[in-house]
């Protein structure tokens, strides 16, 4: 076994549980959910899909930044970084919803 895996079950000082991996694909996934949304939105609006599509890179790279180990003080200003871009993200969200294109309603 290795020992990334034994100090998962154990409870290892470094990464307890493997956290900063799930942490990872965790972010990894949301910037993944962002671009094929985005995708789908381009094939409607070209405009609010590639903004879409900005978003999810910055999401990735903002999870990129969550999963680095670093001093206490590090942590803080990171944080504040994921807490801004997790803000702007859902304020651009919110612009879009209410002033973008207005549609006919849902199409399958």
């Given at each position: ?16 549980g493997?956290?900063?991996a ?11 959910s ?9 094939r409607h ?16 790279g ?19 970084v ?6 702007a ?20």
């Amino acid at each position: 076994m290795s020992g990334a895996m034994s100090r998962a079950g154990q409870g290892g000082a470094d990464d307890p549980g493997l956290a900063r991996a799930r942490t990872r694909l965790a972010w990894t996934r949301t910037a993944l959910s962002f671009a094929a949304i985005g995708g789908v939105i381009l094939r409607h609006d070209l405009a609010a899909g590639f903004v879409v599509l900005g978003l999810s890179a910055l999401v990735w790279g903002v999870g990129r930044l969550a999963g680095v180990p670093g001093r206490a003080g590090d942590r803080r200003g990171r944080l504040l970084v994921i807490a801004l871009a997790v803000t702007a993200v859902a304020a651009v969200a919110l612009a879009l919803a209410l002033f973008g294109p207005q549609t006919a309603g849902l199409r399958l």
